[in-house]
């Protein structure tokens, strides 16, 4: 049973700080991986994924790494600002299934 | 133009009553499904639909009907509703197995 854990549950960063939130999961067998963020009282919007044959993906400041082998994905973020504050949730999506099961985010403060 | 759109955006009602949450993709997508964020913040799979056909029902109570008419739209029918409802429904839509997701702003449902 695919298990997804996010460290750390929560963070502030003085803004330009450059960052990794990390993500860890239990079952190799991966399509993909999708890295969204979620704006307080608000829906997700999906901000990178990772196809399980890459190793990266990189939009904008955001680049998201992925090594299956170890179970593990981490998302950096260069030179934050305050507009990045929400929390960013990790989804795996394992094969043969038709569902993500996620992990239970890491908050992120940025403070100007 | 909004890609995935999910109506109410809020929902407050009494225990006992039935109530539906609709849910309509453009995206062309051939897969959809409802999620629930509890107060925690954790997002869990109720259940997805692949062609109007049921592919997953993650043990939901069976006051929760999910209705898919066609492949855009896929909604959610709740009988007798309970307090332990309470929490926000999210809807969300992808191409196929291995694509990501798409999500619907979500209904904050609220049972009094």
């Known amino acids: 049973k695919q298990e997804v854990t996010q460290i750390p549950a929560a963070l502030s960063v003085p803004e330009g700080e450059n960052l990794v939130l990390n993500c860890s999961f239990t079952?190799?067998?991966?399509?993909?991986l999708q890295w969204f963020r979620q704006d307080p009282g608000k829906g997700l919007t999906s901000l990178l994924l990772?196809?399980?044959?890459?190793r990266e993906q990189t939009s904008g400041r955001l680049n998201a790494s992925l090594d299956k082998s170890s179970g593990r994905s981490t998302l950096y973020i260069a030179a934050s600002q305050p507009g990045d504050s929400a929390t960013y949730l990790c989804?795996?999506?394992?094969?043969?299934?038709?569902?993500?099961?996620f992990g239970t985010g890491t908050r992120l403060k940025v403070l100007a | 133009d909004t890609a995935v759109s999910q109506t109410p955006k809020y929902l407050v009602t009494q225990m006992g009553n039935d109530k539906s949450i609709k849910c309509e993709q453009n995206?062309?997508?051939?897969?959809m499904y409802w999620y629930k964020q509890d107060s925690k913040k954790f997002l869990k799979i109720m259940f997805s639909?692949?062609?109007?056909?049921?592919?997953i029902n993650e043990t939901v109570p069976n006051r929760f009907s999910p209705k898919s008419p066609d492949k855009a739209h896929l909604n959610l029918h709740i009988n007798s509703l309970e307090l332990g409802d309470s929490a926000v429904y999210f809807c969300?839509?992808?191409?196929?197995?291995?694509?990501?997701?798409?999500f619907g702003s979500g209904t904050r449902l609220t049972v009094v």
């Open positions: 969300a839509s992808s191409q196929d197995l291995g694509q990501g997701y798409t």
């Open positions: 079952d190799s067998a991966i399509y993909n």
């Open positions: 990772i196809q399980s044959s890459q």
């Open positions: 989804a795996v999506h394992s094969s043969g299934t038709y569902k993500y099961i």
């Open positions: 995206l062309g997508h051939d897969t």
């Open positions: 639909y692949n062609n109007k056909e049921l592919i």
